[in-house]
């Protein structure tokens, strides 16, 4: 069984024994259930979901160069560690993973999907969501000294 709403982490249901099994062979009628919080993103790599960034954000006005500073400020990476994740084409998680995110990051609040960021108790999917609601303020025109919470 496949739980999903918009915002809110998948859980995948696993049943590891039917109740009713008749089959004889001594499975006892037990419903172990296992919940297990997924995201496809998570698994998703960085570098094919940057040029959906960059569309959005140059299709509002907004640089390449400012995406980079946005993600750069939020990850404290430097533009040779940014590239190099591009490449390597690191998933969501191993890019959040080596990032040092930036102190001033938990001052990033709003909505993003339909959740509010700062009600996101996953810490993955919470700096996800903030890169997301960063990505969005620089596309809505937002001055970058606000965006960077400077």
């Not at 591009?86 to 993003?112: C, M, Q, W």
């Not at 959740?115 to 809505?140: F, G, H, N, T």
């Amino acid at each position: 069984m496949l739980i999903s709403r918009p915002g809110v982490p998948r859980a995948v249901a696993w049943f590891d024994t039917f109740p009713g099994d008749n089959s004889g062979r001594g499975v006892e009628p037990q419903a172990a259930l296992t919940l297990t919080k997924v995201s496809r993103i998570f698994g998703t790599s960085f570098a094919s979901v940057y040029p959906h960034y960059v569309t959005k954000v140059e299709g509002k006005g907004r640089t390449k160069a400012e995406l980079d500073e946005v993600i750069r400020w939020l990850t404290g990476f430097d533009e040779a560690a940014l590239r190099n994740h591009l490449d390597k084409r690191t998933t969501f998680e191993d890019f959040f993973s080596d990032a040092r995110l930036n102190p001033n990051a938990s001052l990033i609040t709003g909505v993003v999907c339909g959740v509010r960021v700062e009600d996101i108790d996953d810490p993955l999917m919470k700096q996800i969501r903030y890169l997301d609601k960063l990505v969005d303020e620089l596309a809505k025109g937002r001055s970058m000294d606000k965006i960077l919470r400077a």
